[in-house]
Every structure is written in C-alpha cells, then in structure tokens.
C-alpha cells in the first residue's frame, strides 16, 4: 500500500530505529501514532513531528495500555493500517556467570517486553486492520512489521534471553502472516545488524571499531534512515509476506 493518508502504530517510536521510522512516515504524507514508555519524552517526540503525530505512553506488554493507544490513534486519524513493532530491549547475562545461573526473571522480562509484547500490539492492530477498506486491487487491508535482529541467528554470548525473544519474532513471523491472510493484512519481520542508534552512537570507539570491521560492505554502522527506508519498502511491496529480512551490510557474529 502506498503510505500517503495512512496511518502507522509505531512501538518504540521514541526513539532509535522506531522513530526514524516516524520520521520517514510523516513525510511521506502517513499519520502516527508512537507507542512508547515515557510520557514526556513522546509529547516532545510528536511535537517535533507536528500535526499528524499522537501519541500514548504505555508498555508493549500490557494490555490494557496498547488497547487504550489505538482508541487514541482511531480517534485522531480514522483506523490503523501500518504497525511497526521497534520497541525492544537488551540485557546480556550468561546461562551460568560468576554469580551463578542467569536469574530467570531476567530471562522472562526480556521475552515479556521483546516477544509477548510484539504479539500483544500486533493481535489488536489486526483486529482494527481487518475492518479497513481494501487500499490495494489486492484487497490489502494492513501490514505489519517486527523487529527482530540478526541475534535470532547469530546470538553472541550471554545473549540466550535477547537471542530467545527475537529468534521467537522470526519463528512467529509465517504463521501470523498465514493466520493473517485472508483479512488481507501482511507480515513481515526486519533483523538489524548494528546500527547508530543512541547506546552505539555515544559508544566510544573500542566498542564501535570491532563491529565495523565485521561489517562486510560498508564498513560502517547502519543508519536508523536505512532501516526506515526498508520499512517503507516493505509497505509499498504488496509481494513480501511471511518473511524475514536481513539488514545487515553481511555482518555475521561471533561467540563473543
Ligand atoms: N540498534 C541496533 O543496532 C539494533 C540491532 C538489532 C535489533 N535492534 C532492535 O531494534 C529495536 C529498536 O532498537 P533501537 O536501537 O531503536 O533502541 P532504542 O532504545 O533507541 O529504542 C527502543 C525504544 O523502545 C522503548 N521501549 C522499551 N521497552 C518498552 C516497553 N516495554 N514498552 C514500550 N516501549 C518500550 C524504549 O523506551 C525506546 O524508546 C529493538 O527491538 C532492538 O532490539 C536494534
């Protein structure tokens, strides 16, 4: 579908990744609507994007939370036709450590937010999706995207929990898309490698020089504007479904 007149419920849109995409959105014409933890920091997110940003504070995880942001985004602008899932967290520990197993809390929260909370928001944007007027000759109503990463393949040490919950965004990504069909909204998943979002970019240089160099082509991090313009792509290519995308300039990781 084109983007142009519709509108995109962004998770993790404050920041990072999410709100490049944001970004591209609003000026290619879409409305949207971000999804994030802190209040303050959205108000002055979707202020900076003007008019046709709203936005509600919430936990992907909850519920109740994303319930409540898509009435916000149906009152503002009508209906949802695009999710992106970009909130996500990190949280390294090993399997066993200095101080014994990984507590299994830390396991849980990371699934909770990265893995449970991408299904949470996914589940209620579709149900609003599947009411949409066809926008394609296609009959196509809406299309999700998650964000998942090249941890899924390639989890380095301690990553068990990160590797768990984004490695379970890709297992997801073809049976949602099949769940999905017949109420013409498509899905698709994007696996980062390293990009310059805020953590990295302040990163001094013996944390960002190693991950360059094993970087194929180019040598360099990716730029939160790369990844938005694969967001769009993916929008306006009615023939991906069921898939995920690597985003990675051929980067693969080592164990550590
Ligand atoms: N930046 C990278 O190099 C990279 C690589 C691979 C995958 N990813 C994935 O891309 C996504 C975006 O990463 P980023 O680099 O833009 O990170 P970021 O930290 O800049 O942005 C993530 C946003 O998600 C929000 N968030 C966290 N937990 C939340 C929750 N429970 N409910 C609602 N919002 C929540 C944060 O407040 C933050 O604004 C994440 O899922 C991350 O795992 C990033």
Redesign the pocket.
């Known amino acids: 579908m084109e983007l142009k007149n519709k509108t995109a419920f962004i998770?993790?849109g404050?920041?990072?990744?999410?709100?490049a995409t944001a970004q591209n959105f609003i000026a290619a014409g879409a409305n949207v609507l971000l999804?994030?933890?802190?209040a303050e920091v959205l108000q002055q997110v979707a202020a900076d994007l003007g008019e046709r940003a709203a936005w509600h504070a919430?936990?992907?995880?909850d519920e109740t939370g994303v319930a409540e942001a898509i009435v916000v985004a149906q009152e503002k602008f009508g209906t949802i036709h695009i999710n992106v899932n970009?909130?996500?967290?990190?949280g390294a520990a090993r399997t066993v450590g200095k101080n014994g197993p990984m507590p299994l809390e830390k396991f849980e929260h990371i699934v909770r937010?990265?893995l449970i909370?991408t299904f949470n928001v996914l589940r209620l944007c579709a149900e609003v999706m599947q009411l949409n007027e066809p926008s394609t000759d296609d009959g196509e109503r809406g299309v999700i995207i998650n964000?998942?990463?090249?941890?899924a393949f390639d989890g380095q040490t301690g990553q068990a929990g990160y590797a768990a919950s984004?490695g379970g965004i890709v297992a997801m990504t073809l049976p949602i898309a099949r769940d999905l069909s017949k109420r013409g909204i498509r899905v698709m998943t994007i696996?980062?490698?390293?990009?310059e979002?805020?953590?990295?970019a302040s990163a001094p240089d013996e944390v960002r020089d190693p991950l360059i160099a094993i970087t194929q082509f180019p040598k360099r991090l990716?730029d939160?504007d790369e990844f938005a313009v694969q967001v769009a792509h993916i929008v306006t290519c009615g023939y991906l479904n069921g898939e995920t995308i690597r985003l990675d300039a051929g980067i693969r990781m080592p164990a550590l």
């Open positions: 998770t993790g404050a920041s990072g990744l999410g709100l999804y994030d933890l802190n919430g936990d992907v995880a970009s909130a996500g967290i990190g937010v990265n909370g964000v998942a990463s090249i941890a984004k696996a980062p490698g390293v990009f979002t805020p953590l990295l990716g939160p």
